[in-house]
């Protein structure tokens, strides 16, 4: 088999990895050595955790010689011919696979395969469509409908080539229409076809009715604090902007493990009932992803698969020059996982990068589904710019309207005021951050500044961590004035949308989603009049109505009434340690904001000013004063914002990502994964849960426990993962 082998090499002169899974229900040929190469290609297309350590050794895409077939590329290298996708030269006859399409154009088998592998039939060259195609390979079928075409030059009668035929080809269940072929038939023009929903983990439930209730006995709830910046306040004195602050934390009968990096076996998540999720993928696989960058992707992508349980839902969309749906939503029951595993492990990064044309395609996943788990998110990753621009209003250099793409139901425009969030992951020095951002915003999803493609898996742990444990939705908090002569001044809560009716006594905050044991905080201002004999004034009441994604129910929550005393005569009184600490959060937003907008347009000494102004005020506030973790965070977050705009260079490869991603968490109240060079373990992170420092530690016990990912991988976070001080 050796000696057969190495002609087999000499003689096709092919740089070909050759994948053809086993499905479960399929029973080994008869042959002991075509048994064991089966087993080799099935292992290297499923990529089990315990093989995932492998993937990081290869320059290319994770196909180690111990899982799969990788053969030699030996061709002329004196042909005149030039294959127009990888651009080196070829030679028929020379041991090269060539396809000539019938627009005349040639390419190397291996690229053109490739290339309409994901639906593409147009020739790169000059854009003709095509009505045949190249299969992939002997013995795989071609698309219904097309004629398959023997690629020139591909020796039929060698050991090699007998070896592969003799492999058999995944069995399809007739029954099942959720099956995913190597070779994907064409998409259907609506995506209605996303497989049942299983059997729904719910709490118990008296009543199929809707009907708002008061919570009374629900597991999970929304715990409601409030926090006058003062307690008390001279009765004969009147106040224009007295501060309130409102917090708001979603409990959940979910307990986290305490995990070693030196665990044999990875943790377990707790088994508490939660809310299944439909998630889409929209992935970048354009020509700058191959190498490395794919294989982590791909690594990444398995241990979100591996983490998904059977009620939820995964599709992935891949995209390149175009974009296409590997998969439709199917539950990631055993089988929907291998089959999940398979298509990812078969992306190939070539092409150029069409965000716009995935995200469509990722938005019309979640628009057309049939059936809808209660928690739906997509989570978009990209390391290149957007090549092929959408049509924008304004502006000298127009750039991608990226909320014109998103269906109504998914940017809140169908006046729901709740949306499908997009999670938008940039990594790299070439990536849009501001169409990243962008996107993200429009959504009310978060935006991550991935430095290190490394990290790419950690990234994403942290956010599924959070989508896996929602238990509170369609949030809305409305604070209303109890004393007649109460007005409401501001409502600063970030970006969640607000607004306050025209008198003046009544506010809302549309907040959305709740992950488990996560908080939300406000600050209320309002004007507190003048008091003639009371001893105290009652200020406001807080009611926060939301759906539990279980039992469907709508609960209502109240909090008592906010009230704070009028002595006629009052000592000096420090302000709230709780105010503080979020007024600090929020003047070191406003100054990242003002500063990124001072560096977009070439001031970045002006913008470097404003972030150290805002961190000397910081450092004379109470919170810093008393050694306020969260204070300290945000003075080393600003520090680090001020060396990243040491430059122009600099500012341009990572220092508007880097504030951007601030940006987006502080503005959402929610974790996300930041650059690589804050010591995340010596800062509080505010937003990290314990549900996501869950999943994060699962993702770097698994990593870290590989020696050939230890020197590679540095997960560091923009802060750490202590518990929120109060």
Not at 322 to 342: C, E, H, I, N, Y
Not at 380 to 395: A, E, F
Not at 631 to 651: F, N
Request: hydrophobic letters at 35%; charged letters at 20%.
């Amino acid at each position: 088999m050796g000696s057969k082998w190495r002609k087999a090499k000499l003689a096709l002169g092919l740089k070909l990895c050759v994948f053809v899974p086993r499905t479960l229900d399929e029973s080994p040929p008869p042959s002991s050595s075509v048994d064991d190469l089966s087993e080799r290609l099935s292992n290297a297309a499923l990529l089990s955790p315990s093989n995932w350590d492998a993937c990081s050794r290869l320059p290319m895409t994770p196909t180690p010689s111990s899982h799969g077939l990788r053969l030699s590329r030996s061709g002329s290298k004196s042909s005149k011919q030039t294959c127009s996708i990888c651009l080196t030269k070829m030679k028929q006859g020379g041991g090269q696979a060539i396809f000539t399409a019938e627009c005349s154009h040639s390419f190397h088998f291996h690229c053109i395969a490739s290339n309409v592998k994901h639906g593409n039939q147009i020739c790169p060259v000059c854009r003709a469509k095509w009505k045949e195609i190249p299969m992939q390979g002997p013995g795989l079928d071609p698309l219904p409908g097309r004629a398959a075409i023997n690629p020139i030059g591909w020796h039929q009668n060698d050991a090699l080539m007998t070896v592969v035929r003799r492999i058999p080809p995944p069995r399809r269940d007739l029954s099942r229409r959720h099956i995913v072929p190597l070779f994907q038939a064409p998409e259907p023009r609506v995506f209605d076809d996303d497989e049942s929903l299983g059997h729904q983990p719910v709490l118990p439930d008296q009543s199929s009715s809707s009907n708002t209730v008061a919570d009374t006995s629900s597991v999970r709830a929304v715990e409601i604090k409030t926090y006058p910046e003062v307690s008390a306040a001279a009765r004969s004195n009147s106040y224009d902007n007295f501060t309130v602050l409102i917090n708001l934390k979603a409990t959940a009968n979910i307990t986290t493990q305490n995990l070693s990096i030196n665990q044999t076996s990875l943790p377990q998540l707790s088994q508490a009932p939660r809310a299944p999720v439909d998630l889409v993928t929209v992935l970048d696989i354009s020509g700058s992803m191959a190498g490395t960058k794919l294989a982590l992707l791909k690594r990444a992508m398995g241990f979100v698969i591996q983490n998904l349980c059977s009620n939820d839902r995964l599709s992935v969309i891949a995209f390149s020059s175009t974009a296409r749906r590997l998969f439709p939503l199917r539950r990631m029951s055993d089988t929907g996982r291998q089959q999940a595993l398979q298509a990812v492990n078969a992306l190939i990064a070539n092409g150029g990068t069409n965000i716009a044309e995935g995200l469509k395609k990722g938005a019309k996943v979640m628009e057309d589904r049939k059936y809808k788990n209660p928690v739906a998110s997509i989570i978009l990753l990209s390391d290149g710019q957007d090549t092929y621009t959408v049509n924008s209003s304004g502006g000298n250099q127009p750039q991608p309207n990226y909320q014109l793409l998103l269906p109504w139901s998914i940017n809140g425009g169908d006046n729901s005021g709740f949306q499908i969030p997009v999670h938008a992951f940039g990594f790299g020095t070439d990536h849009d951050a501001s169409s990243m951002h962008s996107i993200s915003e429009t959504s009310g999803g978060t935006f991550s500044f991935i430095e290190t493609e490394a990290v790419i898996q950690d990234a994403f742990a942290q956010c599924i961590g959070g989508l896996l444990s929602v238990v509170v939705q369609e949030l809305q908090v409305g604070v209303e004035c109890i004393h007649p002569s109460l007005c409401l001044g501001s409502l600063k809560a970030g970006s969640y949308p607000s607004r306050v009716t025209v008198d003046r006594h009544t506010g809302f905050i549309d907040v959305g989603d709740l992950y488990a044991e996560e908080e939300r905080d406000f600050l209320v201002s309002v004007n507190v009049p003048a008091e003639s004999s009371s001893n105290e004034t009652s200020l406001l009441k807080v009611r926060c109505i939301y759906k539990d994604p279980l039992t469907k129910k709508m609960v209502t929550r109240e909090s008592n009434d906010v009230r704070i005393e009028r002595p006629e005569i009052v000592g000096q009184e420090e302000v709230s340690i709780e105010v503080d600490r979020q007024r600090n959060r929020l003047h070191a937003a406003e100054a990242m904001a003002l500063a990124r907008s001072t560096a977009e347009q070439g001031d970045l000494v002006g913008a470097a000013s404003i972030l150290e102004n805002c961190r000397r005020l910081l450092s004379e506030t109470m919170s810093a004063k008393s050694n306020d973790r969260l204070c300290l965070s945000l003075d080393a977050e600003l520090k680090e914002m001020q060396e990243r705009m040491a430059s122009r260079h600099v500012y341009e490869s990572s220092g508007r990502a880097y504030i951007l991603s601030g940006l987006s968490s502080h503005s959402w109240q929610r974790a996300t994964a930041r650059g690589d060079s804050t010591d995340g373990s010596s800062l509080v992170q505010s937003y990290q849960t314990p549900s996501m420092a869950e999943m994060l530690n699962r993702s770097q016990a698994m990593l870290l426990g590989s020696p050939s990912t230890q020197r590679l991988i540095q997960p560091l976070w923009s802060f750490g993962s202590q518990p929120k001080p109060r």
